[in-house]
Structure formats: C-alpha cells, structure tokens
C-alpha cells in the first residue's frame, strides 16, 4: 500500500481500478484497517493497487471527493469513483464490496 500526494492522485487513479484509503495518524479506526488493506493489496495485486491518502497532509484532495468521516475507502474505475465504504470494515464486507467491480 503505497501513501500518495495530491500530485500523483489524478494519474494513479486515472486508469483500470484502484483503491483509495482516505485516512490519519491519530485516527484509530484508520489504523485498524492497515492490515486488512495490506491484504487486498497481496491478493488483488496489479488488478486493483491499494493507495493511502493522509487527510491531515492533504485536506483539499479529501474535500474533493467529498471524504467526510474516517476511514473512507474509495475504488475507482478509469478516473471516477465507483464505491464508497465510510469506516472500518471486516476483510470479508471489503471483498464483497470490491469483487463485483474487480470481476463484474
């Protein structure tokens, strides 16, 4: 899982899926979630890289996308947001939530 800046944002997201954490130091639902995303980020590999925004670090790029409680998880496909999960989730209620985009 790799942290981003507001720079790398638009051409990381840009094209096929990717998976951003929108998240904080301090926040610790945000802290909980590392290990599961270090796990999607090994079983999806290249289909769906996993990316890390820190809110505290880059508040615009949050605000832009609308990220208003953390955790907040957004997938995007080609450019454009296409789930949004709010707060921690098991690793099973991620999957669910991923594989109809990643397979669909």
Not at 13 to 27: I, M, N, Q, R
Not at 45 to 55: E, F, K, L, M
């Amino acid at each position: 899982m790799k942290e981003i800046n507001d720079v790398e944002f638009s051409s990381l997201t840009a094209k096929g899926l990717a998976l951003v954490d929108f998240g904080a130091e301090w926040c610790a639902p945000c802290k909980a979630m590392i290990p599961i995303l270090k796990r999607i980020s090994e079983q999806y590999g290249a289909a769906v890289p996993v990316y890390s925004v820190d809110t505290d670090r880059f508040p615009e790029l949050a605000a832009k996308h609308g990220v208003m409680s953390l955790p907040t998880l957004l997938l995007f496909k080609n450019g454009a947001p296409v789930e949004r999960i709010v707060g921690a989730v098991s690793e099973k209620e991620l999957r669910k939530r991923l594989d109809p985009v990643v397979h669909g």
